[in-house]
């Protein structure tokens, strides 16, 4: 399974971004799975920023709540949106998306990253 996640790029501080992420390969479409974003900024570790379960539950990190929305794509098995509002200087990262395994947390599948910088 592979991860393609898309979106990212330069926008001012109050604006807005979509970030995607797509899911593509053997087993990639089989079942729907959780999945989810995370972040690292430069120097710092990696932050959990939201997630949706096989059963549309979602949850958001504390510092995104409110701002940010993940949505799953109805007519694409495994593939998700993170809606991103308000931006802050803060939320400059690269974010990264990641699909349950299900063979266990362990196994996990992890896109290659997209950068996402919010200037002044």
């Known amino acids: 399974v592979q991860l393609q996640a898309s979106g990212g790029g330069l926008v001012q501080a109050g604006g807005s971004l979509t970030l995607s992420c797509a899911a593509s390969g053997r087993g990639s479409s089989d079942k729907v799975m959780g999945m989810g974003w995370y972040r690292q900024a430069p120097g710092k570790i990696r932050e959990f920023v939201a997630d949706?379960?096989?059963?549309?539950?979602?949850?958001y990190g504390v510092t995104v709540k409110g701002r940010f929305f993940i949505s799953r794509d109805n007519n694409a098995k495994n593939t998700v949106y993170l809606q991103m509002n308000s931006l802050t200087l803060e939320d400059t990262a690269v974010y990264y998306c990641?699909?349950?395994?299900?063979?266990?947390?362990?196994?996990?599948?992890w896109g290659q990253g997209t950068q996402v910088t919010v200037s002044s």
């Open positions: 990641k699909m349950d395994s299900p063979l266990g947390f362990e196994h996990d599948y």
């Open positions: 949706i379960s096989s059963g549309g539950d979602v949850d």
